[in-house]
C-alpha cells in the first residue's frame, strides 16, 4: 500500500534574476492581500536549500494553522506547503495566496 502523503506543494512560477531581497516584499505584500499576516521568517532545511528563505503566514493569532512557503534563489524555486491535517481555511486560502504571489511577482 503506498503511504500516504502529509502534504502538498503549490508552486509559484519565479525567473532566475529573483533575489532574496525583493521576494520579501512580494511575500508581504501578497499577505496583505489575501489577509494574512507573517508569523515567522526563517530558513528551511539550510542542508537540503541553503539559503533559502521560508515564511509562515497566518490568518489570526488565535487560530490553528499555517501556510508554509519556501524561496530558494539557488534552485529558482518557490513554493506554498499546505501539510493535509492542516484546518479548511488553509485550503482555501492557500491557492488564493499562490494567486496573490503570482499577481504580485507579474507587476514587477
Known amino acids: ?33 489575501t489577509g494574512l499576516y507573517i508569523l515567522h521568517i526563517g530558513g528551511h532545511s539550510r542542508v537540503k536549500y541553503p539559503n533559502s528563505v521560508h515564511w509562515h503566514f497566518k490568518r489570526d493569532k488565535k487560530e490553528a494553522g499555517l501556510i508554509d512557503a519556501t524561496f530558494w534563489k539557488e534552485g529558482v524555486k518557490f513554493w506554498l506547503i499546505v501539510r493535509n491535517n492542516e484546518p479548511p481555511w488553509v485550503h482555501q486560502t492557500a491557492p488564493l495566496l499562490r494567486k496573490a504571489l503570482e499577481s504580485e511577482l507579474s507587476a514587477l
Open 1 to 33: 500500500m503506498a503511504k500516504q502523503r502529509k502534504s502538498y506543494h503549490l508552486e509559484v512560477s519565479i525567473d532566475d534574476e529573483m533575489t532574496k531581497e525583493r521576494m520579501l516584499g512580494v511575500a508581504e505584500r501578497a499577505a496583505m492581500a
